[in-house]
């Protein structure tokens, strides 16, 4: 099972730290993804990280502003989000790949959480 926390309501500029806890299975030896899914669009991809933390994937509306990290030692993979634009409002969602390794795709990923609201105001 994978539980998201961190979300809610901030200003436009503002930060947010998500985190995906895992539970009943360990998710070091798996990649792991950030998507989201904003009202009336379909789920996309954000960020993904390797097993090992090694490797890291950002989609292009993200990439200076979002980091995407993970401690294997407490199961848990994090979403550290700065410069949050009205834009980045949506539910976030963590994911675990089929691989050690994490790609863009939404079916190399069979573990999914619950998902977690994320709001930015202007």
């Known amino acids: 099972q994978l539980v998201e926390s961190g979300g809610g309501l901030v200003q436009a500029g503002g930060s947010l730290r998500l985190s995906c806890a895992a539970s009943g299975r360990t998710i070091s030896t798996y990649g792991m993804g950030w998507f989201r899914q904003a009202p009336g669009k379909e789920r996309e991809f954000v960020a993904g990280i390797s097993w090992s933390g090694g490797s890291t994937y950002y989609q292009d509306f993200v990439k200076g502003r979002f980091t995407i990290s993970r401690d294997n030692a407490k199961n848990t993979v994090y979403l550290q989000m700065n410069s949050l634009t009205p834009e980045d409002t949506a539910v976030y969602y963590c994911?675990?790949?089929?691989?050690?390794?994490?790609?863009?795709?939404?079916?190399?990923?069979?573990?999914w959480g619950q998902g977690t609201q994320v709001t930015v105001s202007s």
């Open positions: 994911a675990a790949s089929k691989t050690p390794y994490a790609d863009r795709s939404i079916r190399s990923y069979n573990y």
